[in-house]
């Protein structure tokens, strides 16, 4: 008996290592100018196009209840036991989509062994969690040591990003138009991170330069007092700005994180021009919206 490891889209697991590690991928969806796919059937680069060049606000949705029934039964039947890694219960609804499977099939398949973890976060935030639990079970850990290995991996991240625009914060209902319409006017660019599952504003600095400058120092120095192991930069449409940070983080640090499009079931939330960089460390992080 092996354990399987299950992640969704928005975990943006590089495809080779997904594929060396045996990670199944349940997608998300996205719906641009009335048409809907899932997020592994876009090119991100012209869906990000469409929408900058529109004006339009896509939206995006959760997996269904079948999606996940398929993706966990199908090693449930062949004997093995299933871990799901997914994106944070107060971000989506896919982990609530995933328990509802859950229980479906522990009804066909009482003995079956199936954990679902709330990662708290999305990007490679969450895929740090989904990598660490599937070298778990690589090393034929049991299904509990591979939920505690990506609990721990949890616990060792950090997402910091900064969006170009407030334009798409405001359109999702994210800041409202007045709050928008002076930080526009101030040029504020908030640098924002995700704590308990949720988006939250970490510090607001005068110019997106000086965000993305501030980011890069922020980096580096949780990687001097915490430890390096991983780290990369998601951009959206600006793969140039996204190396010029992995190149900053360089610089100050030693070490250069590989550079990452973000894909656009988390990215439409903020848009194109947005730039960021997650992050693990050795030591555990204090997640909290001022340095520990």
């Given at each position: 008996?092996?354990?399987?490891v299950i992640?969704?889209s928005?975990?943006?697991v590089?495809a080779?290592?997904?594929?060396?590690?045996?990670?199944?991928?349940v997608?998300?969806?996205?719906?641009?100018?009335g048409?809907t796919?899932t997020?592994?059937?876009?090119?991100?680069?012209?869906?990000?196009r469409q929408m900058?060049?529109?004006?339009?606000?896509?939206?995006?949705?959760?997996?269904?209840v079948a999606?996940?029934l398929d993706?966990?039964?199908t090693p449930?039947?062949?004997g093995?036991?299933?871990?799901?890694?997914l994106i944070?219960s107060?971000m989506?609804?896919?982990y609530?989509?995933a328990?509802?499977?859950r229980?479906?099939?522990?009804?066909?398949?009482?003995e079956a062994?199936?954990?679902?973890v709330?990662s708290?976060?999305?990007?490679?935030?969450?895929g740090?969690a989904v990598l660490?639990a599937?070298?778990?079970?690589a090393?034929?850990?049991s299904?509990?040591?591979?939920?505690?290995d990506?609990?721990?991996a949890?616990?060792?991240t950090?997402?910091l990003?900064t969006?170009?625009?407030l334009d798409y914060?405001?359109m999702?209902?994210?800041?409202?138009n007045?709050a928008?319409?002076?930080?526009?006017?101030?040029?504020?660019s908030?640098i924002?991170?995700?704590?308990?599952g949720?988006t939250t504003s970490?510090r607001?600095?005068?110019?997106?330069r000086?965000?993305i400058?501030?980011i890069?120092?922020l980096?580096a120095?949780d990687?001097?007092?915490?430890g390096f192991?991983d780290?990369v930069?998601?951009h959206?449409?600006?793969?140039?700005?996204?190396?010029?940070l992995?190149?900053?983080?360089?610089?100050?640090s030693?070490?250069r994180?590989?550079v990452?499009?973000l894909?656009?079931?988390?990215?439409i939330?903020?848009g194109?021009?947005?730039l960021g960089?997650v992050?693990?460390?050795r030591?555990?992080l204090?997640k909290?919206?001022?340095?520990?």
């Open positions: 008996m092996t354990v399987r992640t969704d928005t975990s943006y590089p080779e290592q997904a594929t060396a590690l045996g990670i199944a991928m997608p998300l969806s996205v719906t641009l100018g048409v796919r997020e592994d059937e876009v090119d991100a680069e012209s869906f990000y900058r060049e529109t004006g339009e606000f896509p939206t995006s949705s959760q997996p269904s999606a996940f993706a966990i039964e449930v039947a062949a093995h036991e299933v871990v799901a890694v944070s107060k989506s609804g896919t609530d989509t328990l509802m499977a229980e479906q099939i522990l009804e066909r398949h009482p062994v199936i954990e679902v709330d708290r976060s999305n990007s490679m935030e969450e740090f660490a599937a070298r778990a079970a090393d034929g850990a299904a509990a040591e591979v939920v505690a990506a609990e721990r949890i616990a060792r950090r997402w990003f969006p170009a625009t914060l405001r999702g209902g994210r800041i409202g007045a928008a319409l002076l930080g526009t006017l101030l040029q504020i908030p924002l991170t995700v704590v308990d949720m970490m607001q600095v005068r110019t997106h000086r965000a400058e501030k890069a120092d980096a120095g990687f001097a007092s915490k192991v780290a930069v998601h959206i449409l600006d793969a140039e700005e996204g190396e010029a992995a190149t900053l983080i360089e610089e100050r030693g070490h994180p590989c990452q499009q894909g656009p079931a988390i990215g939330h903020v194109p021009g947005s960089v992050y693990q460390t030591d555990e204090h909290n919206t001022e340095r520990p």
